[in-house]
């Protein structure tokens, strides 16, 4: 297991992106910009906490792509449950701190970030199972279309563009479980190929 510590860079890439996440979502959880609307007349809102979620995806992303070839070929060893294991604890981390600075600050952001990073880490697994590549670019996609083609208007997100949704929305936080648990099946039955 420590060759496996040591080729996923835990200390050095997953670690330094929690703590890089959890700083900025206590100190900019409540900083907004307003985008022009590419559909709509109105400007759409997009909170700092839409973008923070990229944090752990990407450092997740580096850290699984990590690979070993001569030691995790051999079919004794447990890799796909220790990958399974290290994105789930890591999403719970991200989760946990979000859901703290959002219950401390009384802030709304934080909670979606949290939320959103579940969406968006199942979103990056499953782009990951398809293609190496695909697993940076699809969470980073998908933030950015819909902070650009998200809203109908000013606060009113389409139903597609989950991590626009109010906090307190439960169909949309069952909706990104349920694709945070198929990325983690996804990542436990795919063979990780390192990226070029």
Same mark, same amino acid.
Request: proline share 7%.
């Given at each position: 297991?420590? !060759? ?6 835990l200390t050095t890439v997953v670690l330094p992106g929690l703590l890089a996440f959890t700083l900025l979502a206590a100190v ?7 985008l022009p609307g590419l559909i709509t007349s109105g400007g759409n809102l997009l909170f700092l906490m839409h973008l923070t979620?990229?944090i752990v995806t990407g450092t997740l992303g580096h850290s699984l792509a990590q690979r070993l070839p001569e030691a995790e070929?051999?079919?004794? *060893?447990? @890799? *796909? ?5 290290? %994105?789930?604890?890591?999403?719970? @981390? ?22 959103? #990073? ?17 697993? #940076?670019?699809? /969470?980073?996609?998908?933030?950015? @279309? ?11 997100? !389409?139903? !597609?563009?989950? #991590? ?6 439960? /169909? ?5 479980? %349920? ?5 983690? @099946? ?5 063979? *990780?190929? /390192?990226?070029?």
């Open positions: 297991m420590i !060759w496996w510590y040591k080729g996923r860079r900019a959880h409540g900083e907004s910009v307003a979620p990229l070929d051999l079919s004794v *060893r447990p @890799v *796909r449950r220790y990958d399974v294991a290290l %994105a789930l604890c890591t999403v719970a @981390v991200a989760v946990a701190a979000a859901g703290i600075i959002g219950a401390l600050a009384g802030s709304a952001p934080a909670y979606e970030a949290g939320r959103n #990073t579940l969406f968006l880490t199942g979103l990056m697994l499953l782009g990951g199972a398809v293609h190496p590549q695909a697993a #940076t670019v699809a /969470p980073v996609a998908w933030v950015f @279309v819909a902070a650009f083609v998200g809203y109908r208007d000013f606060h009113r997100p !389409w139903p !597609w563009a989950v #991590t626009l949704h109010p906090a307190g929305y439960l /169909p949309t936080f069952l909706f990104c479980l %349920a694709v945070f648990l198929c990325g983690l @099946v996804a990542l436990r039955h795919t063979r *990780r190929r /390192p990226t070029s």
